[in-house]
């Protein structure tokens, strides 16, 4: 997948994230050239559907609606 496709597929969940919550919530959600094809109880489904779809190659993109993003962060140490 390129990264600026990703980030396209990315920007839609962003920017539609309100309405997407409404009737997605906790769902994996399956995006491909920026809309929604279909949401999914779990990651292996909506993965398995992409591929069976698209293929190993394209560039969809499965991503977790949750209400509250979890918190990512990376940290260094210095020795």
Known sequence: ???KDLK???DFVTKKRKTLLR???NKFLLV???KLVDSYDTYE???EEGVRL???DANFLVYHLVE???LNFIM???L
């Open 45 to 47: 489904r909506a993965a």
């Open 32 to 34: 491909f050239n920026e």
């Open 1 to 3: 997948m390129g990264e």
């Open 76 to 78: 260094e140490a210095a």
């Open 8 to 10: 396209k597929n990315l």
């Open 54 to 56: 698209y293929g190993l």
């Open 23 to 25: 009737e997605h919530r």
């Open 68 to 70: 509250k993003e979890p």
